[in-house]
């Protein structure tokens, strides 16, 4: 799902040239890494530490980006 709304957003922004389209892809883009993330970290449960920091940074940064979304003029 996240691959999908992530080539949406991306090919709506590719139409559009707008800042807040490029955020949004952004924040697709980093919904996507975190379940890629996800997927590694079920395979390979004791291969990758840093897999519970880097996805807390994505969340993270998945909000930043929303919270600048909303306060964007």
């Known amino acids: 799902v996240a691959t999908a709304l992530f080539a949406i957003s991306f090919m709506a ?3 559009k040239r707008d800042k807040k389209l490029f955020i949004t892809s952004v ?3 980093f919904f996507l890494v975190k379940q890629v993330l ?3 970290q079920n395979f390979f449960p004791s291969e990758f530490i840093f897999i519970g920091n880097a996805e807390s940074a994505l969340e993270f940064l998945i909000l930043v980006s929303f919270v600048f979304l909303m306060y964007r003029k």
């Open 13 to 15: 922004f590719m139409r």
């Open 27 to 29: 924040v697709f883009f």
């Open 38 to 40: 996800n997927i590694l």
